[in-house]
Protein backbone atom coordinates (compact mmCIF):
# COMPACT_ATOMS: atom_id res chain seq x y z
CA UNK A 1 0.00 0.00 0.00
CA UNK A 2 2.73 2.34 -0.66
CA UNK A 3 4.36 4.66 -3.21
CA UNK A 4 8.44 4.71 -3.39
CA UNK A 5 10.31 7.29 -5.50
CA UNK A 6 13.88 5.39 -5.70
CA UNK A 7 16.96 7.54 -6.36
CA UNK A 8 16.25 7.68 -10.05
CA UNK A 9 13.43 9.42 -9.32
CA UNK A 10 10.80 6.46 -10.89
CA UNK A 11 7.71 6.13 -9.01
CA UNK A 12 6.46 2.49 -8.36
CA UNK A 13 2.77 3.48 -7.36
CA UNK A 14 1.21 1.05 -5.18
CA UNK A 15 -1.30 3.28 -3.37
CA UNK A 16 -3.74 5.98 -5.13
CA UNK A 17 -4.12 7.34 -1.86
CA UNK A 18 -2.71 10.07 -0.27
CA UNK A 19 -2.97 9.75 3.18
CA UNK A 20 -3.02 11.91 6.19
CA UNK A 21 -0.06 14.54 6.57
CA UNK A 22 2.02 13.53 9.61
CA UNK A 23 3.78 17.00 11.37
CA UNK A 24 7.19 16.40 12.48
CA UNK A 25 9.87 18.63 14.43
CA UNK A 26 13.13 17.95 11.95
CA UNK A 27 16.59 18.89 14.22
CA UNK A 28 19.57 18.46 12.69
CA UNK A 29 21.86 18.78 15.04
CA UNK A 30 26.02 19.21 15.63
CA UNK A 31 28.45 17.61 13.74
CA UNK A 32 27.31 14.79 11.52
CA UNK A 33 24.00 15.29 12.54
CA UNK A 34 23.05 17.67 9.40
CA UNK A 35 24.31 14.97 7.10
CA UNK A 36 22.82 12.01 8.84
CA UNK A 37 19.41 13.39 9.42
CA UNK A 38 19.34 14.82 6.02
CA UNK A 39 19.80 10.92 4.36
CA UNK A 40 16.68 9.26 6.93
CA UNK A 41 14.50 12.73 5.63
CA UNK A 42 15.36 11.36 1.91
CA UNK A 43 14.64 8.06 2.68
CA UNK A 44 11.38 8.80 4.73
CA UNK A 45 10.40 10.96 2.02
CA UNK A 46 11.15 8.10 -0.85
CA UNK A 47 8.00 5.98 1.05
CA UNK A 48 5.76 8.79 0.26
CA UNK A 49 4.41 8.49 4.05
CA UNK A 50 2.88 12.18 4.26
CA UNK A 51 5.08 14.23 6.42
CA UNK A 52 5.61 18.26 6.90
CA UNK A 53 9.44 18.72 8.35
CA UNK A 54 9.83 21.63 10.73
CA UNK A 55 13.42 22.46 10.72
CA UNK A 56 14.31 23.55 14.29
CA UNK A 57 17.55 24.56 15.63
CA UNK A 58 19.22 23.45 19.20
CA UNK A 59 22.98 22.74 19.98
CA UNK A 60 26.24 24.23 19.28
CA UNK A 61 24.55 26.80 17.65
CA UNK A 62 22.57 27.80 20.13
CA UNK A 63 25.16 28.00 22.89
CA UNK A 64 27.00 30.14 20.89
CA UNK A 65 24.61 32.60 20.78
CA UNK A 66 24.23 32.56 24.52
CA UNK A 67 21.66 30.31 25.27
CA UNK A 68 22.43 28.44 28.35
CA UNK A 69 19.50 25.36 27.53
CA UNK A 70 21.01 25.20 23.88
CA UNK A 71 17.18 24.71 23.06
CA UNK A 72 15.67 28.20 21.63
CA UNK A 73 12.06 28.54 21.92
CA UNK A 74 10.82 28.09 18.08
CA UNK A 75 11.96 24.39 18.61
CA UNK A 76 10.38 23.62 22.05
CA UNK A 77 7.12 25.17 20.68
CA UNK A 78 7.50 23.56 17.53
CA UNK A 79 7.73 20.06 19.82
CA UNK A 80 5.25 21.15 22.16
CA UNK A 81 2.63 21.70 18.95
CA UNK A 82 3.62 18.20 16.58
CA UNK A 83 4.58 15.95 19.49
CA UNK A 84 7.00 14.04 17.55
CA UNK A 85 10.61 14.80 16.17
CA UNK A 86 13.39 13.57 14.51
CA UNK A 87 16.30 14.61 16.16
CA UNK A 88 20.40 14.73 15.36
CA UNK A 89 23.27 14.92 18.11
CA UNK A 90 23.24 18.08 20.32
CA UNK A 91 27.42 18.48 20.96
CA UNK A 92 27.20 18.84 25.08
CA UNK A 93 30.35 21.48 26.69
CA UNK A 94 32.41 19.09 28.69
CA UNK A 95 33.54 19.72 32.20
CA UNK A 96 31.70 23.03 32.71
CA UNK A 97 29.21 25.82 32.11
CA UNK A 98 26.15 24.73 29.78
CA UNK A 99 23.68 22.04 30.89
CA UNK A 100 23.28 18.86 28.11
CA UNK A 101 21.04 20.48 25.14
CA UNK A 102 19.65 16.78 24.66
CA UNK A 103 19.07 16.31 28.47
CA UNK A 104 17.13 19.31 28.48
CA UNK A 105 15.16 18.09 25.66
CA UNK A 106 14.49 14.97 27.48
CA UNK A 107 13.17 16.92 30.89
CA UNK A 108 11.33 19.59 29.36
CA UNK A 109 9.01 17.28 27.19
CA UNK A 110 9.49 14.49 30.39
CA UNK A 111 10.23 11.85 27.89
CA UNK A 112 10.93 9.29 30.38
CA UNK A 113 11.62 6.49 28.51
CA UNK A 114 14.84 5.39 26.43
CA UNK A 115 14.32 3.03 24.02
CA UNK A 116 17.04 1.10 22.25
CA UNK A 117 16.83 -1.90 20.25
CA UNK A 118 19.70 -3.72 20.49
CA UNK A 119 19.42 -6.57 16.87
CA UNK A 120 22.06 -8.32 14.65
CA UNK A 121 22.13 -6.78 11.12
CA UNK A 122 22.85 -9.54 8.62
CA UNK A 123 26.14 -8.46 6.81
CA UNK A 124 27.25 -6.32 9.93
CA UNK A 125 30.76 -7.72 10.80
CA UNK A 126 30.69 -7.82 14.73
CA UNK A 127 32.14 -9.98 17.26
CA UNK A 128 28.68 -11.49 17.39
CA UNK A 129 27.59 -11.74 14.13
CA UNK A 130 26.45 -15.26 14.29
CA UNK A 131 24.65 -14.46 17.06
CA UNK A 132 20.82 -13.86 17.07
CA UNK A 133 20.40 -11.18 19.27
CA UNK A 134 17.28 -9.01 19.11
CA UNK A 135 16.69 -7.13 22.52
CA UNK A 136 15.38 -3.37 23.35
CA UNK A 137 17.01 -1.52 26.41
CA UNK A 138 14.54 0.48 28.09
CA UNK A 139 16.30 3.13 30.22
CA UNK A 140 15.00 5.53 32.56
CA UNK A 141 15.50 8.65 31.34
CA UNK A 142 14.88 11.80 33.27
CA UNK A 143 15.98 10.93 36.75
CA UNK A 144 19.29 9.30 38.66
CA UNK A 145 22.70 11.13 38.70
CA UNK A 146 21.53 12.34 35.59
CA UNK A 147 19.39 15.23 37.29
CA UNK A 148 23.07 16.64 37.48
CA UNK A 149 22.60 18.77 41.12
CA UNK A 150 26.10 18.28 42.16
CA UNK A 151 28.30 20.59 44.77
CA UNK A 152 32.10 20.69 45.51
CA UNK A 153 31.70 19.97 49.22
CA UNK A 154 35.06 20.99 50.01
CA UNK A 155 37.97 22.08 47.19
CA UNK A 156 39.04 17.87 47.03
CA UNK A 157 35.60 16.63 47.23
CA UNK A 158 32.74 16.77 44.67
CA UNK A 159 29.20 15.26 44.72
CA UNK A 160 26.48 14.18 42.57
CA UNK A 161 22.96 13.35 44.08
CA UNK A 162 21.15 9.97 42.11
CA UNK A 163 17.44 11.09 42.61
CA UNK A 164 15.44 8.43 41.78
CA UNK A 165 11.42 8.30 42.54
CA UNK A 166 8.72 5.53 43.12
CA UNK A 167 7.17 7.24 40.15
CA UNK A 168 10.25 6.96 37.56
CA UNK A 169 10.39 3.50 38.72
CA UNK A 170 6.62 2.90 37.84
CA UNK A 171 6.46 5.08 34.69
CA UNK A 172 9.53 3.11 33.25
CA UNK A 173 8.79 -0.31 34.40
CA UNK A 174 5.58 -0.01 32.64
CA UNK A 175 6.41 1.04 29.67
CA UNK A 176 8.99 -1.83 29.56
CA UNK A 177 5.93 -4.25 29.98
CA UNK A 178 4.13 -2.20 27.20
CA UNK A 179 7.07 -2.39 24.78
CA UNK A 180 6.90 -5.97 25.74
CA UNK A 181 3.22 -6.51 24.70
CA UNK A 182 3.57 -4.16 21.53
CA UNK A 183 6.53 -5.98 20.05
CA UNK A 184 5.12 -9.65 21.11
CA UNK A 185 8.10 -9.84 23.52
CA UNK A 186 8.01 -12.54 26.29
CA UNK A 187 10.51 -11.89 29.03
CA UNK A 188 11.55 -8.30 30.89
CA UNK A 189 14.92 -8.20 32.86
CA UNK A 190 15.39 -5.79 35.45
CA UNK A 191 18.96 -5.15 36.20
CA UNK A 192 19.59 -2.58 39.14
CA UNK A 193 22.63 -2.24 41.52
CA UNK A 194 20.08 -3.05 44.15
CA UNK A 195 22.54 -4.99 46.58
CA UNK A 196 24.37 -1.82 46.91
CA UNK A 197 22.18 1.09 46.92
CA UNK A 198 19.42 -0.19 48.78
CA UNK A 199 17.10 2.54 48.47
CA UNK A 200 18.03 4.25 45.17
CA UNK A 201 18.15 1.16 42.97
CA UNK A 202 16.13 -0.61 45.62
CA UNK A 203 13.44 1.00 44.62
CA UNK A 204 13.50 0.52 40.62
CA UNK A 205 13.95 -3.55 42.02
CA UNK A 206 10.76 -3.63 44.03
CA UNK A 207 8.68 -0.78 41.94
CA UNK A 208 9.39 -3.06 38.83
CA UNK A 209 8.38 -6.74 40.95
CA UNK A 210 5.19 -5.07 41.95
CA UNK A 211 4.66 -3.54 38.60
CA UNK A 212 5.53 -6.83 37.12
CA UNK A 213 2.67 -8.66 38.87
CA UNK A 214 0.19 -6.29 36.85
CA UNK A 215 1.18 -8.26 33.17
CA UNK A 216 1.18 -12.03 34.06
CA UNK A 217 1.66 -13.12 30.97
CA UNK A 218 4.82 -11.88 30.32
CA UNK A 219 7.95 -13.15 32.44
CA UNK A 220 9.74 -11.16 34.71
CA UNK A 221 13.13 -11.32 36.41
CA UNK A 222 15.45 -9.37 38.36
CA UNK A 223 19.80 -9.69 37.78
CA UNK A 224 22.21 -7.52 39.49
CA UNK A 225 23.40 -4.72 36.82
CA UNK A 226 27.42 -5.70 36.42
CA UNK A 227 26.31 -9.29 36.22
CA UNK A 228 23.66 -8.31 33.90
CA UNK A 229 26.83 -6.58 31.31
CA UNK A 230 28.81 -10.04 31.67
CA UNK A 231 25.61 -12.25 30.47
CA UNK A 232 25.07 -9.66 27.52
CA UNK A 233 28.36 -10.34 26.33
CA UNK A 234 28.69 -14.07 27.46
CA UNK A 235 24.76 -14.86 26.19
CA UNK A 236 23.10 -12.00 24.98
CA UNK A 237 20.23 -14.12 23.16
CA UNK A 238 18.49 -14.62 26.55
CA UNK A 239 17.23 -11.08 26.82
CA UNK A 240 14.06 -9.73 25.45
CA UNK A 241 13.46 -6.53 27.01
CA UNK A 242 16.12 -5.34 29.54
CA UNK A 243 14.90 -1.86 32.06
CA UNK A 244 17.42 0.28 33.72
CA UNK A 245 17.69 3.62 35.49
CA UNK A 246 19.52 6.14 33.96
CA UNK A 247 23.24 5.54 34.19
CA UNK A 248 23.14 1.69 34.13
CA UNK A 249 20.93 1.84 31.12
CA UNK A 250 22.90 4.59 29.48
CA UNK A 251 26.26 2.27 29.78
CA UNK A 252 24.74 -0.77 28.71
CA UNK A 253 23.10 -0.04 25.86
CA UNK A 254 26.24 0.86 24.61
CA UNK A 255 27.78 -2.11 25.08
CA UNK A 256 24.56 -3.26 23.47
CA UNK A 257 25.46 -1.67 20.18
CA UNK A 258 28.99 -2.84 20.06
CA UNK A 259 27.47 -6.36 20.33
CA UNK A 260 25.62 -5.69 17.13
CA UNK A 261 28.60 -3.80 15.20
CA UNK A 262 28.90 -0.59 16.51
CA UNK A 263 27.20 3.23 16.87
CA UNK A 264 26.98 3.69 13.39
CA UNK A 265 23.77 1.77 13.39
CA UNK A 266 22.24 1.84 17.27
CA UNK A 267 18.36 3.60 16.90
CA UNK A 268 17.20 5.02 19.68
CA UNK A 269 13.69 7.03 21.06
CA UNK A 270 12.59 8.55 23.68
CA UNK A 271 9.28 8.67 24.92
CA UNK A 272 7.06 10.62 27.24
CA UNK A 273 3.48 10.65 28.00
CA UNK A 274 3.28 13.88 25.49
CA UNK A 275 5.73 13.80 23.05
CA UNK A 276 8.33 11.32 21.70
CA UNK A 277 12.02 12.07 20.06
CA UNK A 278 13.41 9.96 18.00
CA UNK A 279 17.31 10.29 17.31
CA UNK A 280 20.08 8.16 16.67
CA UNK A 281 22.30 6.41 20.26
CA UNK A 282 25.70 7.96 19.02
CA UNK A 283 27.03 11.48 19.07
CA UNK A 284 28.15 14.32 16.79
CA UNK A 285 31.50 12.56 15.82
CA UNK A 286 33.25 16.16 15.38
CA UNK A 287 36.21 13.32 13.84
CA UNK A 288 33.91 12.52 11.16
CA UNK A 289 31.73 15.64 10.67
CA UNK A 290 31.93 17.16 7.40
CA UNK A 291 33.29 14.36 5.78
CA UNK A 292 30.35 12.65 3.88
CA UNK A 293 31.15 9.26 5.77
CA UNK A 294 29.55 8.99 8.53
CA UNK A 295 26.95 6.15 8.45
CA UNK A 296 23.58 7.09 8.40
CA UNK A 297 21.64 3.85 9.26
CA UNK A 298 21.81 4.69 13.32
CA UNK A 299 19.53 7.38 11.80
CA UNK A 300 17.43 6.13 9.62
CA UNK A 301 15.96 2.72 12.06
CA UNK A 302 15.18 5.73 14.32
CA UNK A 303 13.17 7.20 11.46
CA UNK A 304 11.59 3.32 11.58
CA UNK A 305 10.74 3.17 15.16
CA UNK A 306 9.11 7.02 14.24
CA UNK A 307 7.20 5.82 11.41
CA UNK A 308 5.85 2.61 13.34
CA UNK A 309 5.07 5.49 16.41
CA UNK A 310 2.55 7.45 13.59
CA UNK A 311 1.30 4.39 12.73
CA UNK A 312 3.10 4.18 9.42
CA UNK A 313 3.80 0.34 9.67
CA UNK A 314 4.36 -0.22 6.25
CA UNK A 315 6.48 2.47 5.30
CA UNK A 316 9.23 1.34 8.20
CA UNK A 317 8.79 -2.38 7.35
CA UNK A 318 9.88 -0.81 3.69
CA UNK A 319 12.36 1.24 5.10
CA UNK A 320 14.03 -1.72 7.44
CA UNK A 321 13.67 -4.30 4.43
CA UNK A 322 15.98 -1.88 2.40
CA UNK A 323 18.70 -1.27 4.91
CA UNK A 324 19.15 -4.99 5.35
CA UNK A 325 19.31 -5.40 1.35
CA UNK A 326 21.85 -2.90 1.28
CA UNK A 327 23.55 -4.07 3.86
CA UNK A 328 23.73 -7.53 3.13
CA UNK A 329 25.23 -6.31 -0.26
CA UNK A 330 28.38 -5.11 0.97
CA UNK A 331 28.52 -2.33 -1.64
CA UNK A 332 28.69 1.46 -0.92
CA UNK A 333 28.53 0.67 2.90
CA UNK A 334 30.26 3.39 5.21
CA UNK A 335 33.98 2.68 6.21
CA UNK A 336 32.77 1.61 9.82
CA UNK A 337 30.63 -1.18 8.16
CA UNK A 338 32.05 -2.15 5.08
CA UNK A 339 33.20 -5.25 4.33
CA UNK A 340 35.98 -4.05 1.96
CA UNK A 341 38.73 -1.12 1.87
CA UNK A 342 36.20 0.73 -0.75
CA UNK A 343 34.09 2.24 1.04
CA UNK A 344 30.65 4.05 -0.08
CA UNK A 345 30.19 8.03 1.69
CA UNK A 346 26.81 8.40 3.38
CA UNK A 347 25.58 10.09 0.29
CA UNK A 348 25.99 6.75 -2.10
CA UNK A 349 25.13 4.28 0.75
CA UNK A 350 21.47 6.67 1.28
CA UNK A 351 21.10 6.39 -2.36
CA UNK A 352 21.27 2.58 -2.25
CA UNK A 353 18.90 2.32 0.61
CA UNK A 354 16.61 4.17 -1.56
CA UNK A 355 17.20 1.85 -4.86
CA UNK A 356 16.48 -0.63 -2.88
CA UNK A 357 13.10 0.19 -1.31
CA UNK A 358 10.13 -2.07 -2.47
CA UNK A 359 12.93 -5.36 -2.02
CA UNK A 360 12.69 -7.62 1.04
CA UNK A 361 15.41 -9.40 2.62
CA UNK A 362 14.95 -13.06 3.37
CA UNK A 363 16.62 -12.75 6.90
CA UNK A 364 13.78 -9.76 7.75
CA UNK A 365 10.89 -11.02 9.95
CA UNK A 366 7.86 -9.13 10.82
CA UNK A 367 6.85 -7.92 14.08
CA UNK A 368 3.78 -6.72 15.73
CA UNK A 369 4.18 -3.35 16.56
CA UNK A 370 0.58 -2.50 18.27
CA UNK A 371 0.49 1.66 19.92
CA UNK A 372 2.29 2.08 22.83
CA UNK A 373 1.04 2.47 26.31
CA UNK A 374 2.19 5.83 27.23
CA UNK A 375 0.32 7.05 29.82
CA UNK A 376 2.37 8.06 33.02
CA UNK A 377 1.49 7.29 36.61
CA UNK A 378 -0.23 10.13 38.60
CA UNK A 379 1.70 11.45 41.16
CA UNK A 380 0.02 10.64 44.61
CA UNK A 381 2.17 11.80 47.37
CA UNK A 382 2.21 9.24 50.38
CA UNK A 383 0.81 10.10 53.27
CA UNK A 384 3.19 11.68 55.93
CA UNK A 385 4.18 8.76 58.12
CA UNK A 386 8.13 10.05 59.06
CA UNK A 387 9.57 11.69 62.29
CA UNK A 388 12.55 12.98 62.36
CA UNK A 389 14.96 11.08 64.99
CA UNK A 390 18.35 13.24 63.98
CA UNK A 391 20.58 14.83 61.03
CA UNK A 392 23.80 13.49 59.37
CA UNK A 393 26.07 16.46 59.07
CA UNK A 394 29.09 16.43 56.67
CA UNK A 395 32.30 18.29 57.98
CA UNK A 396 35.34 19.61 56.00
CA UNK A 397 38.20 18.85 59.17
CA UNK A 398 41.50 17.24 59.24
CA UNK A 399 40.55 16.85 62.80
CA UNK A 400 41.69 13.17 64.04
CA UNK A 401 38.72 11.31 63.91
CA UNK A 402 39.05 10.93 68.45
CA UNK A 403 39.72 14.27 68.81
CA UNK A 404 36.74 15.62 66.27
CA UNK A 405 34.59 13.24 67.91
CA UNK A 406 35.41 14.77 71.20
CA UNK A 407 34.53 18.02 70.61
CA UNK A 408 31.66 17.20 68.57
CA UNK A 409 30.77 14.76 71.49
CA UNK A 410 30.54 17.72 73.85
CA UNK A 411 28.37 20.21 71.48
CA UNK A 412 26.03 17.55 70.22
CA UNK A 413 25.38 16.39 74.71
CA UNK A 414 24.59 20.31 75.14
CA UNK A 415 21.84 20.50 72.75
CA UNK A 416 20.16 17.24 73.72
CA UNK A 417 22.17 14.78 70.73
CA UNK A 418 23.91 12.13 70.75
CA UNK A 419 26.82 11.62 68.05
CA UNK A 420 26.57 8.14 67.22
CA UNK A 421 29.28 7.71 64.55
CA UNK A 422 31.65 9.35 62.46
CA UNK A 423 32.04 7.77 58.99
CA UNK A 424 34.43 8.53 56.32
CA UNK A 425 33.14 7.64 52.12
CA UNK A 426 30.70 5.19 53.82
CA UNK A 427 33.12 3.50 56.40
CA UNK A 428 32.83 4.05 60.57
CA UNK A 429 35.92 5.45 61.47
CA UNK A 430 34.73 6.26 64.80
CA UNK A 431 33.92 4.48 67.22
CA UNK A 432 36.83 2.66 65.25
CA UNK A 433 36.07 -1.16 63.53
CA UNK A 434 39.77 -1.39 62.88
CA UNK A 435 41.65 -1.46 59.93
CA UNK A 436 43.61 1.29 57.61
CA UNK A 437 41.64 4.59 57.76
CA UNK A 438 44.33 6.99 58.27
CA UNK A 439 44.29 8.16 55.21
CA UNK A 440 40.66 9.34 54.62
CA UNK A 441 40.28 12.70 52.70
CA UNK A 442 39.31 15.45 55.59
CA UNK A 443 35.46 15.03 54.74
CA UNK A 444 33.60 13.44 57.41
CA UNK A 445 29.66 12.17 57.92
CA UNK A 446 28.59 12.82 61.41
CA UNK A 447 25.05 11.71 62.97
CA UNK A 448 23.57 12.76 65.34
CA UNK A 449 20.60 11.02 67.40
CA UNK A 450 18.33 13.22 69.59
CA UNK A 451 18.16 12.08 72.85
CA UNK A 452 14.58 12.56 73.21
CA UNK A 453 12.11 11.82 70.43
CA UNK A 454 11.81 14.02 67.31
CA UNK A 455 14.00 16.94 67.67
CA UNK A 456 12.35 20.59 66.81
CA UNK A 457 13.09 22.54 63.82
CA UNK A 458 14.89 24.80 66.13
CA UNK A 459 16.95 22.72 68.22
CA UNK A 460 18.27 21.43 64.85
CA UNK A 461 19.13 24.80 64.00
CA UNK A 462 20.68 24.98 66.98
CA UNK A 463 23.39 22.21 66.91
CA UNK A 464 23.82 23.06 63.36
CA UNK A 465 24.91 26.65 64.72
CA UNK A 466 27.04 25.13 67.64
CA UNK A 467 28.72 23.06 65.66
CA UNK A 468 29.57 25.40 62.71
CA UNK A 469 31.33 27.82 65.24
CA UNK A 470 33.64 25.16 65.75
CA UNK A 471 34.10 22.92 62.18
CA UNK A 472 33.16 24.38 58.43
CA UNK A 473 29.70 21.59 57.69
CA UNK A 474 29.33 21.60 53.99
CA UNK A 475 26.08 19.04 54.04
CA UNK A 476 23.29 18.31 56.16
CA UNK A 477 20.78 15.58 55.70
CA UNK A 478 17.68 15.05 57.96
CA UNK A 479 17.50 10.94 59.46
CA UNK A 480 13.84 10.19 59.06
CA UNK A 481 12.07 7.34 61.31
CA UNK A 482 10.03 5.16 59.56
CA UNK A 483 8.59 1.79 61.24
CA UNK A 484 8.02 0.34 57.74
CA UNK A 485 10.87 0.71 55.61
CA UNK A 486 14.59 1.69 55.73
CA UNK A 487 15.23 5.42 55.57
CA UNK A 488 18.42 6.03 55.62
CA UNK A 489 21.89 3.34 55.25
CA UNK A 490 24.25 2.45 57.58
CA UNK A 491 27.77 3.01 57.60
CA UNK A 492 30.39 0.15 56.59
CA UNK A 493 30.38 -0.76 60.04
CA UNK A 494 27.62 0.80 61.99
CA UNK A 495 25.86 -1.22 64.09
P1 LIG B 1 30.15 9.97 19.42
O1 LIG B 1 29.84 11.28 18.81
O2 LIG B 1 29.06 8.97 19.44
O3 LIG B 1 31.39 9.39 18.62
C1 LIG B 1 32.21 8.36 19.08
C2 LIG B 1 32.83 7.64 17.89
O4 LIG B 1 31.89 6.71 17.39
C3 LIG B 1 33.15 8.53 16.71
O5 LIG B 1 34.37 9.17 16.88
C4 LIG B 1 33.13 7.53 15.59
O6 LIG B 1 34.27 6.68 15.68
C5 LIG B 1 31.99 6.63 15.97
N1 LIG B 1 30.70 7.03 15.40
C6 LIG B 1 29.65 7.59 16.04
N2 LIG B 1 28.64 7.76 15.22
C7 LIG B 1 29.04 7.31 14.02
C8 LIG B 1 28.41 7.23 12.74
N3 LIG B 1 27.15 7.63 12.55
N4 LIG B 1 29.13 6.73 11.72
C9 LIG B 1 30.38 6.29 11.89
N5 LIG B 1 31.02 6.33 13.08
C10 LIG B 1 30.35 6.84 14.13
O7 LIG B 1 30.66 10.14 20.93
P2 LIG B 1 31.56 11.28 21.58
O8 LIG B 1 32.73 11.55 20.71
O9 LIG B 1 31.74 10.83 22.96
O10 LIG B 1 30.62 12.57 21.62
C11 LIG B 1 30.76 13.67 20.73
C12 LIG B 1 29.72 14.73 21.11
O11 LIG B 1 28.41 14.23 20.95
C13 LIG B 1 29.83 15.20 22.56
O12 LIG B 1 29.64 16.59 22.61
C14 LIG B 1 28.69 14.49 23.25
O13 LIG B 1 28.22 15.19 24.37
C15 LIG B 1 27.64 14.47 22.14
N6 LIG B 1 26.65 13.38 22.29
C16 LIG B 1 25.38 13.67 21.94
C17 LIG B 1 24.42 12.68 22.00
C18 LIG B 1 23.01 13.02 21.62
O14 LIG B 1 22.78 14.07 21.03
N7 LIG B 1 22.03 12.18 21.92
C19 LIG B 1 24.76 11.37 22.38
C20 LIG B 1 26.10 11.10 22.69
C21 LIG B 1 27.04 12.11 22.63
P3 LIG B 1 35.61 6.86 14.88
O15 LIG B 1 36.28 8.01 15.54
O16 LIG B 1 36.28 5.55 15.10
O17 LIG B 1 35.25 7.14 13.47
Known amino acids: MLAFINYNQSIFIKSKFIAMAHNVTLIPGDGIGPEVISAAQKIVNATNVNINWELCEAG ?7 LTTGVPSETIASIKRNTVALKG ?3 TPIGHGGKSANVTLRKLFDTFGNIRPVKTMPGIKSPFQNHDIDMIIVRENVEDLYTGIEHMQTPDVAQTLKLISSWGCENISHLAFSIAQSQGRKKVTCATKANIMKLSEGMMKRTFESVAELYPDIESEHIIVDNCAHQMVMNPEQFDVIVMTNMNGDILSDLGSGLVGGLGIAPGANYGENAAIFEAVHGSAPSIAGKNIANPTAVILSS ?14 AIENALYVTIDKGKFLTEDISPTPICGTTEQFTNQVMNNLG ?13 LKLQSVPIVESAPSYSTEGVDIFFHTSTPPQTLAKTLSNIAQKCGFLLKMIANRGVQIYPDIGGFTSKSPPHHQCRFIYKNGSPTESEIVKLVAHLGAEYSWTHLERLQNSQNTETYSKAQGES
Open 60 to 66: KKSFAQG
Open 304 to 317: VMMLRHLGELDAAD
Open 89 to 91: PLE
Open 359 to 371: QTHNKWSKRSHSK
